[in-house]
């Protein structure tokens, strides 16, 4: 099936260009992504080095968009002052969110205090910095929720690549974020993803790549990149009932109202 390119304006939005796997064709992958009527995408860092990639991707290229930021699986590696560099890079135009951060439990990359400290410190400088958030969060959905119920202030933030119950989607989404969904959406077998696409409320639906990984289907074992999240915007159109062309619509004005970029 192809994509229909006339019908739809697709927002990817979490990619990583800057990985090594798009080294041999990473323009091309920027072609193909506009051929599918993917006119939009956020290319997400890491750590400091990727995050300048990614910049340096979005500076050269119409469409592409930077978040910058420390992963939990660097936490531990985050020199003295990264938040000082941060602070420098977010202010660039091209940048439209810090991310992405949160809690990894199942690598466990980085010690789970180094994580948590590593996140508040950058929830802080968001805040400070009035920027909306990504947010990883992989086995640790129990905690994070506590620290968010706990937290004071909470920023405008995307729980990106969500892979937990409809019943949290639901508490996300009651405390003002986002949830957004890749590839492992379109999979066969995936009856917990599909329950919590169904009860995430409309206006906070999202939809991403998280490429070159979770290529949806028919892609599975092949390296994913921007353009095919057009299949994930057409699984969750059919989950919810809708016609493709409205999804796409939804997705796209709720990506830009949470990166705060025009439509």
């Known amino acids: ?4 390119k006339e019908l739809f304006q697709v927002f990817d939005t979490h990619c990583h ?20 009527g993917v006119k939009r995408c956020v290319c ?20 592409v968009y930077a978040a910058v930021g420390v992963h939990p699986h660097e936490a531990k590696d985050a020199p003295k002052d990264y938040l000082i560099q941060l602070r420098e890079t977010l202010r660039h135009p091209k940048v439209v969110a810090l ?25 802080e400088l968001a805040l400070e910095m009035d920027m909306p958030v990504i947010f990883h969060i992989r086995d640790a959905h129990g905690d994070m929720v506590d620290f968010f119920r706990g937290a004071k202030k909470l920023p405008s933030g995307v729980i990106h690549c969500f892979s937990g119950s409809a019943e949290i989607a639901k508490e996300y989404a009651r405390m003002g974020f986002y ?8 999979f066969k077998k995936a009856p917990n993803l599909w329950e919590a696409a ?12 998280d490429s070159p990984y979770l290529s949806p289907e028919p892609f599975r074992g092949r390296r ?14 059919a989950l919810r009932q809708l016609p493709e062309k409205e999804m796409a619509r939804i997705t796209w004005e709720n990506a830009c109202r949470f990166y705060r970029l025009n439509q």
């Open 44 to 63: 997400v860092g890491s750590d400091l080095p990727s995050s300048r990639r990614c910049l340096e991707f979005a500076e050269q290229h119409d469409g």
């Open 179 to 186: 949830i957004s969904f890749a590839g492992p959406l379109t």
């Open 198 to 209: 169904c009860q995430t409320p409309l206006e906070r639906l999202l939809v991403e790549t």
């Open 224 to 237: 994913n990149e921007p353009g095919h999240v057009v299949w994930v915007m057409r699984k969750m159109a």
């Open 17 to 36: 260009l800057d990985d090594p796997k798009f080294d041999a064709d990473r323009e091309d992958a920027y072609h193909r992504m506009l051929e599918n």
């Open 1 to 4: 099936m192809e994509a229909e």
């Open 99 to 123: 991310g992405e951060i949160g809690l990894d439990y199942y690598y466990d990359f980085s010690p789970r205090d180094v994580q948590k400290r590593i996140m508040a410190e950058q929830m």
